[in-house]
């Protein structure tokens, strides 16, 4: 039908790879010799499409009519309507298989953007890159000069499209200016911001191996032209959705452009006086004129041909072609064969992207067209047709000047180029939406929209236009209404009584033409979606067999399976043993590290801590719970005392970013005065924890100088030398055993934990994962993001009293605000089983015994569970409604996913060792 | 007395070339991150100038002194590269293990991070710096006579290099595309 990105019929599949990328319009798809286009949306052959059966009930299948039929029975939808619906309705198929093609995406900066290279872009172009300004040139076509290829028109003495070419050669010439052809600027943004999508590949039998088939663009301009042109609209009458009737630039495009005959006995059909130019590009190639058909009555239209003024097409005979047109003159019809059917209804100004910040078109009467209001999109001045210029001439001398517009603004100086000789004939149109004739006339050729659809949304009081719009599809489909707006809201006016302007346009939205979500998401597919951050130890680990889980951005060993295992359970509970019983060694450098400075580093950590830091001595260890502004848990840690003015504080390794936000909006907004300076040192550190009765055997091996209970004793740290390189050591514990960290600049990292496995394998030890290292915090009721998951309190996990009652700090006030105390609240508990059934669930729900497992009997909740190889039973920790008061009682945990209903007793989340013997000794 | 050998975090990764790109990791130097105290900015500046004959720069730049330089890299925070720092009124920190960092040369180092990080980086000039990103990644960019220094975190070495190394023959394979 047409002739551009714009096409409405002409849809195909295009087949490359395992990759099938429907909806490509076949106008806008350069043949080459390994193109595989496939038609899409019928249902056996193209000729014998079983979906036309729909076309013999075409009487029943008005607009609503889905949504008045298919309303019931409601089981039926999933099940049966929707698949059917689909089937006969969808777009183009998808290959089901991963995608193998490369996309790019890529930002480019320019003082100016010319959307557009017709004679308008071409003018407001040369006119910024003489200026000095930085240009680019962004064509759709694979041809720079728009209609200018299309037209037999000259500029200048020369015909249009070889003064195009000398204009892109200059420009090209030139160091400003970037051309992009083949890329399709879609939507305008904020900040002068445009997307653009740019065909990079399709067009090759052969992409080059690396090179993408498209890169979406995001272009920042200080000013822009916008010089998009227009598109011809068509006339709805009765069958003007066969095959031949097409739009008349279309006609000519192919004539002149191609060198393509549409037809052999072509007739014309116009109200405006663009039409005419079509009889010239018939003639001119030999082919016939069959009739022109012109709606007004004092049309200047001379020739050697059948000429009707006054007259319409009142239908199409044909079923696969068309064969011959109805012509209403007056009060007789008569029929006039031909093979192809030029249509124009006049032009619509492409104004698109002027709308996509939520501006609204103006109807203009001289043109009977939506033409763009100034100051849609800041920066941005229209030239030419798409402004509503359609004179060649016309189009040149806009281009230029606004083009001096922009640069105007900019502050750069300007001078206009010369004008260039060309037609400047006037464009006279006398408004012809729908010519009268019996039978559908189509106004959406995508989504099968007709005059009477329209009508009878407004009958139906669906008169708004955005109504009429969802209630009868017209508009939503890939071309988004290009073809069928401006007629359908036409008829909508008519119908409901009201003017074109009274009735408006719906919203215009990004992107201009579709964008294949994988060219927006380019350089994301698979593991590109977000980036890996590996431990030094990742290597050794990996190359043992571990498999990796995901925690933030980093990658962490869930066990180290040994020959013979051949489950995670195994493993884990033998890692467990280990570190209870030998040594064990796990990467912790993912923890975040903050190195805190200055001399009010003390001051600045008691504020953000709720317990006390300024009174740490150094070389020594506190555990420390930090609070948000509204008084919840925010992340626990350690901080370490290295120096009188300088601490290290370690984040979870979830929360270390948030922690770092936390810290930056808390020096510089609340306490901007203090004098403490803090820095990631997350990555400069290995960090490896020792864990286990033989952990300080294995560091004496390692260690340059031995350590022992006086020099290193529980909760104390200080800097060691392990090779000769210096390093810190902290003894601390997450699992309850005698434990250590041990830290060394990252280079060393892989060696160290080398020399650390080495070492504990000769006592009897290894590494061990986060599955191990879970069961071993748990034991010890110790808490991790799974119990401070953002909506618990301190006095919720049992630690409201490390509030400090002597400083203030974050959340204090909101913390002891009514409802985040006392009996009410859900407090952390530990969980073990009572009955017959052992198993417990994380996310699972506490019930007392006899209380029906409902929303209103809930009582609580698990948020940690393992099985304890140490105690022999599985453990759970979680939340119960006045849980500390409740050690002793039997509760009911019910996974209602999982269907587990379990028995268990409430007791204190420390199940091991609540002396903390085993880490002090 | 155990032994620790040392590794890089580009070791096995890099050098790379492709279409008059090249991808190389810089030499292992002292990198020290300095952060002047309240008012101490200009104490911080004039004993690191006499220390190491480099100054605290101005924001988004770089100053050079005897082998060693200072970069801005974020409010009130430097970096000197290329030796430790004198004792100054300022918290300090050793960052010389914590960061990858490449230089990517060949004067198409504009049209590669067009692609992946979001500022104008073909309009930066010779000892500018900026904190911005690569691909997901926080980076420091700096301007260099050759192309770009790039520096981001340590443990992201292999995303840098396969996402430079992706986009690097993106661009040459397009060199092929003729019109």
Known sequence: MTDGSHEPNGLVEVHAGNQITPNVRATQQEIHDSLSAVSQNHWGSLKW????????????????????????????????????????????????????????????????????SGPAGLMAALTAAKAGAKVILCEEDFRFGGRLNSETEEIGGKPGHIWAAEKIAELRAMDNVRLMKRTTVTGAYDGGTYGALERVGHHLADVPDGAPV??????????????????????????????????????????????????????????????????????????????????????????????????????????????????????????????????????????HLTCHMNGRPQWNEAIAAFVPVPGMIPGLEVAGAAGGTFSTKGCLKSGAFRAKTVLDALGIESRAPRTPQAD??????????????????????????????????????????????????????????????????AVLADATGRS?????????????????????????????????????????????????????????????????????????????????????????????????????????????????????????????VMLREDGHVMDDGTTARLGAEHFVMTTTTAAAGAVMRHLEFVHQCLVPDMDVRFISV????????????????????????????????????????????????????FSGEHAYEIAVPARYG???????????????????????????????????????????????????????????CIGKTAAARPGLLGEARDQLVGLKPAGAVKEMHAGAFLFDPEAGATRENQQGYTTSTCYSPTLESTLALGFLRNGRARHGEVVKLVDHLREVETLCEVCDPVFLDPEGGKARD | MIELSAKTPCAGLLPLETGGMSLRELEAVPITSIMPLNGKHGAVSTALEKAVGAALPDIGRSLAGKSTEVLWTG?????????????????????????????????????VLARLCPVDCGALEVGDVIRSQIGHMSAIIICREAGFELMVFRAFASTLVHELELVMNSIAAQDEIRD
Request: proline fraction near 5%.
């Open chain 1, 750 to 808: 892989e060696s160290l934990f080398e020399h650390l496995l080495d070492g504990a394998a000769a006592l009897g030890g290894g590494p061990y994962g986060m599955e191990a290292l879970n069961v071993l915090r748990i034991e010890k009721g110790f808490i991790t993001h799974a119990e401070i998951h953002g909506r618990v309190t301190a006095f919720d996990i049992g630690m409201e009293r490390m509030i400090s009652a002597k400083k203030d």
């Open chain 1, 682 to 733: 997350t990555e400069q550190w290995a960090q490896f924890a020792v864990a286990g009765p033989k952990s300080r055997d294995l560091l004496n091996t390692l260690l340059d100088a031995p350590i022992d209970a006086e020099s290193f004793p529980f909760m104390g740290c200080g800097e060691v030398n392990v090779g000769g390189v210096s390093g810190r050591l902290f003894r601390i514990s």
């Open chain 1, 49 to 116: 499409d079983v979906l036309e059966l729909n076309d013999l009930l075409s009487p029943f299948l008005s607009a609503g009519f889905y949504y008045k039929t298919f309303m019931w029975p409601k089981s039926f939808w999933e099940k049966i309507y929707e698949p059917v619906i689909r089937r006969a309705a969808g777009l183009g198929s998808l290959s089901m298989k991963n995608n193998s093609d490369r996309y790019d995406k890529a930002y480019a900066f320019c003082d100016v953007l010319v959307i557009g």
């Open chain 1, 214 to 351: 498209e890169t979406f663009w995001r272009i920042v301009a200080r000013g822009a032209v916008y010089a998009a042109g227009a598109i011809e609209r068509p006339i709805a009458f009765p069958s003007n959705d066969r095959p031949g009737v097409m739009m008349a630039s279309a006609v000519r495009s192919y004539i002149n452009r191609y060198g393509v005959a549409p037809g052999q006995k072509v007739a014309i059909f116009g109200n405006n006086d663009s039409a005419l130019r079509t009889v010239l590009d018939l003639q001119s190639a030999g082919l016939e004129v069959a009739a022109y058909i012109d709606s007004r009555e004092d049309a200047q239209i001379e020739g050697d041909f059948r000429i009707y003024k006054g007259a319409t097409v009142a239908g199409v005979k044909g079923r696969m072609g068309v064969e011959s047109v109805r012509i209403r003159d007056g009060n007789s019809e008569f029929f006039v064969d031909a093979d192809c059917l030029a249509v124009s209804g006049g032009w619509n100004p492409t104004l």
């Open chain 1, 500 to 624: 074109i302007s009274e009735t408006g346009t719906t919203t215009f939205r990004p992107p201009y033409t579709p964008v294949s979500i994988a060219a927006m998401g380019a350089f994301a597919q698979g593991s590109g979606f977000a980036p890996q951050r590996y431990t030094t130890s990742h290597d050794t680990t990996v190359s043992r067999g571990a498999p990796m889980i995901e925690a933030g951005l980093w990658y962490r060993p869930s066990y180290f399976p040994q020959e013979g295992e051949t489950h995670w359970r195994q493993s884990c509970d033998r890692e467990v043993e280990m570190v209870r019983n030998s040594v064990g060694i796990s990467d912790v450098s993912t923890l975040g590290k903050i190195d805190i400075q200055g001399p009010d580093a003390g001051a600045f950590l008691d504020f953000v801590y709720i317990n006390t830091f300024s009174t740490l001595k150094p070389g020594k260890v506190r555990y420390g």
């Open chain 1, 424 to 489: 400047d004939s006037d464009y006279a149109i006398s408004p012809l939406w729908t010519a009268p004739g019996k039978g559908r006339a189509w106004l959406d050729f995508q989504n099968d929209v007709t005059i009477k659809d329209v009508k009878l949304s407004a009958q139906e009081n669906f008169r708004s236009v955005e109504h009429m719009k969802r209630y009868t599809t017209q508009g939503m489909a890939p071309d988004q209404g290009k073809n069928s707006n401006v007629n359908a809201l």
């Open chain 2, 75 to 111: 409010q009130n925070q430097f970096f000197l590269i290329g030796a430790t720092a004198p004792d100054l009124p300022a918290g300090v920190t050793d960052q010389s293990d914590a960061w990858t960092r490449v230089a990517l040369d060949g004067g198409r180092g504009a049209q």
